[in-house]
Each structure stands twice: as structure tokens, then as C-alpha cells.
């Protein structure tokens, strides 16, 4: 068994992909901060009882952030799947075997989001696409056809009226977010983690798959053979993704008043269902972006971050957990929107920094060795037996 079906080397990945999900990491930490504000009064997990500047930094993020940054990650994430399935075929692995090896992958985001959920974010999605990966690779063999029916079956089942829609929630920050003490965490969260694993899998679907049919094509990677397809997506995605959110994040920013109750039940979802567009337009913008631009210093130090996502994911977890939390620094309370986002500005601007350093010395990153040392590990273990018992592989 060849062991050029390993991980990419970094050397040979392509600009591109690696530049969405650096930029995708400033988004998710956009979005995932502002749920830490308290406040008197909430919509949408923004409070609502901030000055015009408060308001105005809400409606911005609601607008293109939120709703918009997980469904980018969904479909980066298939793509990422496609590449590997690509690898291990042209090394000659069979289909057995490549389920297997993203299976050890999907129990590793598992774990490690258990994990992270329990100490550092509640709101964790690692486990939610673990559950996805190991359920989705039924779907590697699938027809482009059953993908794209698949994946619109499940657009349409996140645009149903629902009042569950973090969008249009009135609560404020949930206690298994901000516990009073360590040990207590444990107990509120380990009834919340579940369920947010166990249900947040099917929102991401519709990306994932669409992501496993670009991948097929490379068509991140090869943007010049696909640019009017790129164009389109990235001008008619974020189109729908803007459009879809303003009803909503019009109300965050104080412009509209609050809808009734039955209202919410359709523009919430309305909210969630077009961000899977913006997720699709940013990701295309993106590497339009990038062969714009091509490989100067700040391109290479964002696309940096993406190559360590996981790593720079739960380093922006480490800020929030310290910051937040009551136990330490317990400024939910002193931080606003406005000042919330510029922290998760900077956290992100940190991991540039950080990821930048790692890739001018030739590392990967903590997290991203561990989840390959898992995944490739027994096929490596195996070539090397047979290498050395002298058979041929």
C-alpha cells in the first residue's frame, strides 16, 4: 500500500481553500463571540439595549456573519473530504478502507468536541461534524445528482417554520455558557453537548454535500477552469445571503421593530436557510480573491490559519473561556457588542500571527499532527510491516 495517500503536504496544497478558511476563522469568531454579551434585553443573541454604534456593529454581523461563517465551514469541510477520498484513490485504497480512515477521523473531531465542549465552548461543532462525517461517507459513491437532491431536501427541511432558530431567540446567554464554577460546567453541559451533537449535524448537511461535489471537480483549487461558475456563486450567493438576513438583523440594529411571534417562526429559518447561499458566495469570492491577489505575504499568513484551523478554532475558544467565564475574568457584563467584536477581531489576528510563525518553521499545527497521527497512523503502521517483512504493497 502506497503511503502517498497521506495528508497533503503543505507545500502542495493550493492558495485558494486554505484562504477561505483562514478568512472563515474571523468570521466564526464574529459570530460566536457576541453570544457571551449580557444585557437587559436580547434578540437574535445580541442585546438589545446598546447605544447606535452597539447597534449598528450587531446589524454588520447579523447581516454577514451570522448563519453565513458555519455553512462556509460546511462546505470546506466537504471539500476537504473530496481531497482526501481523491488522494487515497489515486494511491489505489478501496472504498473499505477510506471509510474506515474518516471514520477514525469523524471519532476524532467527536472526542476532541466533547472535550471542548466540557471545558472551553459549549457552542462547539466539532463533534457536530464528526457525527456528519461518519454518517456521510455513504454519500462518497453517490451520483452528483443524488448529491445535489440530497442536499436540497435538507435546504428546504432548515427553511421550514420552526421557532428553534437561534436568529430570531430572545434569551440571553445560556447558563451551561457562562458557569459559576468549574466543577458546576460539567453539569450543565454535559446535557446541552449531547443534543447539540446529536441535531446540529443535520443543518450542515446541504453544504457538506455541495462541498463533496466541488471537490470532485476541484473547482477551489483550479479556479481558472471554473471562473464563471465562480462568479455566479460567489455575486447570487452573497446576494441571497444579504437579502434573507436583513429582516431580521434590521431589527438587531434598531431600524425595524420586533416582529410578531408567528412572523419570527418563518424569518428565522429564512435567516439560517440563506446563509447556506452565503456560505457557497463567500467561499467562491474567496479563491476569486485569491487568484486575484496570488501568493503575497498576507495571503500566505491567512491561508496559514487555514491550514491550522483546528488548532486556531480552539485557540479562539481558549480567549472566550478565559475572558467570559465567571469564575475568571467574568467580563460578560463590561464587554458590548461593539467592544466583543473587536476582541474577536484581534483573537483572530492573533492566530494569523501565530499560524504565520508555525508555517515559517515547516509545523502544522498541535492539533491538526493529532488528527492525522490518528487517521493515517495504522495505514503508515502497515506499510512499514509490509515494507519490512519484504511482500509486495
Known sequence: MSIHGGPTGLK?????????????????????????VGGDRHFGGFPTDGGPLDRGAGLAIATFVDAR??????????????????RQRAAGTDWWPIRKLLWRRSLVLVVLGFLHAMLLYIGDILAAYGVLLFLGVWALRWKDRWLLIVAAFFLVLTALPSEDSLAASAEGPD??????????????????????????????????????????RRILERPAEHLTLLRTTALVGSTIAIAGALPLSLVIGGVLARPSDHALTILGPLHDATGVFGGLGYAALLVLVARRVGDRPVMRAIAA?????????????????????????????????????????????????????????????????????????????????SRNSGSLA
Open 12 to 36: 502542495e496544497r493550493a492558495l485558494g481553500p486554505d484562504l477561505a478558511r483562514g478568512f472563515m476563522l474571523l468570521f466564526i469568531a464574529l459570530a460566536n463571540s457576541h453570544y457571551f
Open 69 to 86: 461563517a458555519f455553512p462556509m465551514f460546511g462546505v470546506l469541510f466537504g471539500y476537504g473530504v473530496a481531497q482526501i477520498v481523491r
Open 175 to 216: 447558563p451551561s455558557m457562562l458557569p459559576a464554577t468549574f466543577l458546576g460546567q460539567f453539569a450543565d453541559r454535559i446535557v446541552v453537548q449531547p443534543f447539540i451533537a446529536g441535531l446540529g449535524w443535520i443543518g450542515f448537511v446541504t453544504p457538506f454535500l455541495i462541498g463533496l461535489w466541488a471537490g470532485r
Open 305 to 385: 490559519v487555514g491550514q491550522r484551523s483546528l488548532t486556531c478554532y480552539l485557540a479562539q475558544s481558549v480567549v472566550w473561556a478565559v475572558v467570559f467565564t465567571p469564575y475568571l475574568l467574568d467580563l460578560s457584563d463590561t464587554l458590548t457588542t461593539t467592544t466583543t467584536a473587536l476582541l474577536a477581531t484581534t483573537t483572530w489576528l492573533a492566530t494569523v500571527w501565530l499560524a504565520d510563525r508555525m508555517r515559517r518553521t515547516g509545523y502544522r499545527g498541535p492539533f491538526e499532527l493529532l488528527i492525522r497521527r490518528f487517521t493515517y497512523q495504522p495505514r503508515r503502521t502497515a506499510a512499514t510491516r
